[in-house]
């Protein structure tokens, strides 16, 4: 069965460091990957999503993500985290173009020190 | 831009009521989606509709029922509220072949007394 695995339930970084999120999944082809962000008493907002191609893709607010099918994985990066980035960021996949079966992740949530 | 918004955002019932969220979006969206969120688990499809009356089961459809009224609105009811699915409910809409780009609610929470 497909499935998508956050193995960090929470992660702690420096305002300025750097960031990574991992995000594994489990499905047999090539999927339809994407990282959402779900800030504080509201709904989820798209971060970036991955189709095809290069592997590197750009979100919004700096934030990349990198697919490699060896590792299937679709890891969560940026370069240098504000205070704004708290939040709680899913990972999630989805077999198909155009329908919204997504299957996300269990979440990981993001906490920044001053 | 458009907005989601769903109904009522705390929605308080006693064990064995039926209770019913509801969900308007006016983006022109043709699906729409209810996911349920708990602590810890990430979210889980319930229903989706792709357009108005369809109605399509997720992997967590069995307790609710859904309806797809009009185009901009989706419902979900909880048959029989029971204590252990208090949780947070999301509603979602996207437009066909637009790659799976859903556009959320803020949420609806469940608690059942």
């Known amino acids: 069965a497909q499935s998508v695995t956050q193995p960090d339930a929470r992660v702690t970084v420096s305002e300025g460091a750097s960031l990574q999120l991992r995000c594994k999944y489990s499905?047999?082809?090539?999927?339809?990957l994407f990282w959402y962000v779900q800030y504080p008493r509201q709904g989820l907002q798209l971060l970036l999503k991955?189709?095809?191609?290069?592997?590197v893709v750009q979100g919004v607010n700096s934030f990349e993500a990198e697919f490699s099918k060896s590792n299937s994985s679709f890891h969560l990066q940026k370069a240098s985290v504000h205070w704004s980035d708290s939040a709680v960021y899913f990972c999630?996949?989805?077999?198909?173009?155009?329908?919204?079966?997504?299957?996300f992740g269990q979440g990981t949530k993001l906490s920044i020190k001053p | 831009g458009g907005i989601i918004t769903q109904t009522p955002k705390f929605l308080i019932g006693q064990e064995g009521q039926k209770l019913t969220l509801k969900c308007q979006q006016n983006?022109?969206?043709?699906?729409m989606y209810w996911y349920r969120q708990d602590s810890g688990k990430g979210l889980r499809l319930i229903y989706y509709?792709?357009?108005?009356?369809?109605?399509q089961k997720g992997d967590l459809s069995e307790g609710y029922d859904a309806s797809r009224e009009k185009k901009s609105s989706f419902s979900l009811t909880v048959t029989s509220a029971q204590k252990n699915e208090m949780a947070v409910f999301l509603c979602?809409?996207?437009?066909?072949?637009?790659?799976?780009?859903?556009?959320f609610g803020e949420g609806s929470r469940l608690i059942v007394v």
């Open positions: 979602a809409s996207s437009m066909f072949n637009s790659g799976n780009t859903l556009y």
């Open positions: 499905y047999s082809a090539t999927p339809y």
């Open positions: 991955y189709y095809s191609g290069d592997p």
């Open positions: 999630a996949l989805s077999m198909f173009y155009n329908q919204g079966k997504l299957i």
């Open positions: 983006f022109n969206h043709d699906t």
């Open positions: 509709s792709i357009t108005e009356n369809d109605l």
